[in-house]
């Protein structure tokens, strides 16, 4: 019979290297991307908490984002490359704490199974550089019904005059 306390070690070794696994493959894909740059290069690139949400696939604190009352035409982009990546026609209000929009710009996102947290969630990256973006989810308004909750540090925002 196991204890309790060498089963929780098990399942505590075999969550670190499953999580190893995840973060080996996602560095792997990462030279795939059009824009790369070592480690040591994101770091002086960009801001610590950016570097934690684009490159580490953290989560920023929710209702914390300027862009989140960013109501203006114009266009988001990937904070890692500048890459549009939404545009502020697609963005809506969903009282979650972080900017959201119903649909990318065509071919500027992709997504991959996010098992982090003991939770299946879609996590959404852009496809020039590879930085994590945030998560959609199939709860969105119509025409998609999707809701790309993105990480407000993870975009830059560029308003069009009219």
Known sequence: MVSRRLFMYQC???GAALMAG??????????TFAVTHSDEEWRSLLTPDQYEVLRRS???????????????????SCAGCNLEVFSSATKYETGTG????WAPIQNAV??????SFGLVRTSVHCTRCGS???????DGPQPT?????????????????A
Not at 58 to 76: A, C, I, M, Q, V
């Open 110 to 115: 992709g997504t991959e199974k996010d098992l």
């Open 22 to 31: 995840f973060a080996y493959l996602r560095e792997a894909s990462a030279a």
């Open 132 to 138: 994590h973006l945030g998560h959609v989810f199939d």
């Open 58 to 76: 953290r989560t920023e604190r929710p209702f914390t984002s300027p862009l989140l009352d960013e109501h203006r035409r114009g266009n988001f």
């Open 145 to 161: 019904g999707l809701r790309y909750c993105m990480n407000g540090i993870a975009l830059q925002f560029t308003s069009i005059e």
């Open 98 to 101: 972080w900017p959201s929009f």
């Open 12 to 14: 505590t070794c075999a």
